[in-house]
């Protein structure tokens, strides 16, 4: 017989290794755009001004830590629904419920996928977020992968990715970054978003819409443009939100899952399993930052400063963007892209010697945290890059 002992080592996550790595260096020019979080200029991480806010009234007014049950905190969805789905917010045919971050909205709509449909294949552009295929394939659904970007170029693959949806096979699911895509910041514009549209629509095919970064782009609004117009034009769709990014709670896990059906009562059943499957695995979601950002989101005045917070967050991130554009004509496409993330055109020799040189860490794939830089980094990185890509 077989026991825990003999299972082989796991490969370790290569950002979490290059976290350790930067972590360890001591020199005090170090530049560390590889963790996936949001900093502000002097590089923390803070936690938003709202959120404090919420939080102290939480500690002053809660009065019970029983459970919630398994939808978690109901007025949560409520108020978010509006943020998200915009007019579509008072469709009844649209439902959802808290998750512990974006990662548990993926997992529940890819386990409710799998069960009503096995055969599904998932269309996943690459790159992508690193945990998109393991947890799909962890729902035992194939995936079929094409190109989203063209490192070399620079350029979105849209007739890749429009071919590939044209040659899926009805009931197969499309899997789209709402916004800001990790890790390639090459978003769709607004006609790339109407003609994969109607490419989804005239094939049957289910849209699928992971969106963890509404706001860093342009706004609230026109982040979910694409969901929108998704939301208009097809009668079933899954949106995975988070609001990890947005409202800066990343390790308290909130997140969002929304189930739109044809009708109000298949989207009940759907919500059904939803709900069975969420409590196999996590029972309920913690509550937390859930609460705060209820909290904040009941709250006329502190709605508006949270808006002005995500404001300043999304304004650093473009002004960042527009300063590399700015310090080489080769940089002009980062000023195009949207969020936190972008790549360079680096080898993953150019990468290690980037960071043995200049202290500068990245993923060895050359995607980098914009908002890892300083005000003052921005002139050396960009010249240090340059240097390495000759
Ligand atoms: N989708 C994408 C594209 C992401 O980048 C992330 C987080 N990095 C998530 C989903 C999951 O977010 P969360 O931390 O809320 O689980």
């Known amino acids: 017989t077989r026991s825990i002992a003999d299972l082989a080592p796991v490969k370790s996550d290569s950002l979490l ?99 009503a449909n096995p055969g599904a294949r998932v269309l996943v552009g690459t790159p992508t977020w690193p945990n998109h295929a393991p947890i799909i394939r962890g729902c035992e659904l194939e995936i079929v992968e094409y190109r989203h970007y063209d490192r070399a170029s620079r350029q979105l693959c849209f007739d890749e990715m429009a071919e590939t949806v044209k040659s899926a096979r009805p009931g197969d699911v499309v899997l789209l970054h709402g916004c800001c895509h990790n890790p390639t910041g090459a978003d769709l514009d607004a006609q790339q978003w109407a003609e994969i549209t109607a490419l989804i629509v005239g094939r049957g095919l289910l849209p699928v819409v992971d969106i963890a970064y509404q706001g860093f782009g342009d706004g609230l609004d026109p982040d979910a443009a694409g969901l929108r117009a998704i939301l208009d034009a097809c009668d079933t769709v899954i949106v995975a939100q988070s609001c990890d990014k947005n409202f800066g709670v990343y390790r308290d896990r909130v997140g969002s899952v929304w189930i739109k059906t044809a009708s109000t009562s298949s989207t009940a059943t759907a919500m059904g399993h939803i709900l069975q499957i969420s409590r196999e695995m996590w029972s309920m979601p913690p509550d937390h930052a859930a609460a705060a950002i209820r909290i ?71 995607r980098f945290n914009i908002c890892g830089l300083s005000d003052e980094q921005v002139d050396r990185f960009a010249s240090a890059v340059l240097e390495a890509i000759g």
């Not at 629904?81 to 993926?106: K, N, V, W």
């Not at 709605?303 to 960042?320: H, N, T, Y």
């Not at 195009?336 to 200049?358: A, Y």
Request: with cysteine.
């Open 296 to 366: 904040v989101l009941d709250d006329a005045k502190l709605s508006a400063d949270w808006r002005v917070e995500l404001d300043g967050m999304r304004g650093r991130i473009a002004s960042l963007r527009q300063r590399l554009a700015a310090a080489d004509p080769q940089f002009g496409y980062i000023a195009e892209q949207k969020g936190m993330f972008s790549m360079l055109p680096v080898t993953p020799e150019q990468v290690v010697r980037l960071r043995e040189t200049h202290a500068i860490y990245m993923a060895d794939s050359g």
């Open 17 to 115: 290794a290059l976290i350790d790595l930067a972590n360890a260096d001591k020199r005090p020019e170090k530049i560390d755009v590889g963790v996936g979080v949001y900093r502000d200029s002097s590089g923390a991480t803070p936690i938003l001004k709202v959120i404090k806010e919420a939080e102290r009234r939480l500690l002053e007014t809660q009065e019970t830590k029983s459970y919630l049950g398994g939808r978690g905190d109901v007025r949560f969805a409520e108020l978010l629904a509006p943020i998200l789905l915009g007019e579509h917010s008072s469709d009844e045919r649209i439902a959802g419920i808290q998750t512990p971050g974006g990662c548990g909205a993926l997992t529940l709509g890819f386990h409710l996928i799998k069960a």
